[in-house]
């Protein structure tokens, strides 16, 4: 089967621009995560969803991220105005039952 | 908020056994993972015990957990050097540590 993809691969931007990243999780996954991996640290989750509904947003800053998975497929997450310590690698991970998760390979996001 | 704890590096030779340490805090964590990262690449999942478990053993990999101190570990036997890779346990998907990076020296 084919794996989860994400667009871009990375980014460039300047602090307070806006950028967005797209993840296409499996086929048939209800389940999707994105989380956020800065250098050196483990991944950090921002949202989860169950189809297209939210389970938790709780880490998610919502003054400046934003997130959508519209008809529970494709998932964009949205950092407007992004800052210096949002530079990380931004991961999406899908699943169909808890045994087994799978990540693509990330955004990673340089804001400059 | 609930933790997951991971000691930061390890450096064993080809052949030896690795044992990867992890302690967590959430005690009402049902499933706990292990996951195996690559430079540049996103996480892949190695394995995962459920926590009415106390031991899964999946070839090279053996997975014990003491819920009493909750405490996960994950032996690989005859580590190669193609294990070389940052190791992260996680659980619930929730929470993940800050990962370890195994080193193995030919």
């Known amino acids: 089967e084919a794996g989860v993809a994400q667009s871009p691969r990375y980014k460039i931007i300047e602090k307070r621009q806006s950028v967005a990243f797209w993840c296409n999780p499996i086929?048939?996954?209800?389940?999707l995560y994105w989380y956020q991996q800065i250098l050196g640290q483990g991944p950090k989750l921002l949202i989860q969803f169950q189809n297209n509904g939210v389970v938790d947003d709780s880490q998610l800053p919502k003054d400046r991220f934003s997130a959508e998975r519209l008809k529970g497929v494709d998932s964009t997450l949205k950092i407007q105005p992004a800052k210096l310590e949002d530079s990380a690698v931004y991961l999406c991970?899908?699943?169909?039952?808890?045994?087994?998760?799978?990540f693509g390979s990330g955004t990673r996001l340089t804001v400059v | 908020g609930e933790d997951v704890e991971q000691s930061l590096f390890l450096s064993v030779r080809e052949g030896d056994s690795s044992v990867i340490n992890c302690t967590y805090t959430?005690?009402?964590?049902?499933?706990l993972y292990w996951y195996k990262q690559e430079p540049g690449a996103g996480l892949q999942l190695l394995t995962y015990i459920f926590s009415n478990m106390d031991m899964k053993q999946d070839q090279r990999l053996t997975v014990l957990l003491n819920k009493k101190d909750k405490h996960l570990s994950l032996r690989i036997a005859d580590t190669q050097t193609g294990d070389s890779a940052i190791y992260f346990c996680?659980?619930?998907?929730?929470?993940f540590g800050g990962g370890t990076r195994l080193m193995v020296k030919p």
């Open positions: 991970a899908s699943s169909r039952a808890r045994d087994g998760y799978t």
């Open positions: 996680a659980d619930n998907m929730l929470t």
């Open positions: 086929s048939g996954h209800a389940t």
């Open positions: 959430d005690s009402s964590s049902t499933y």
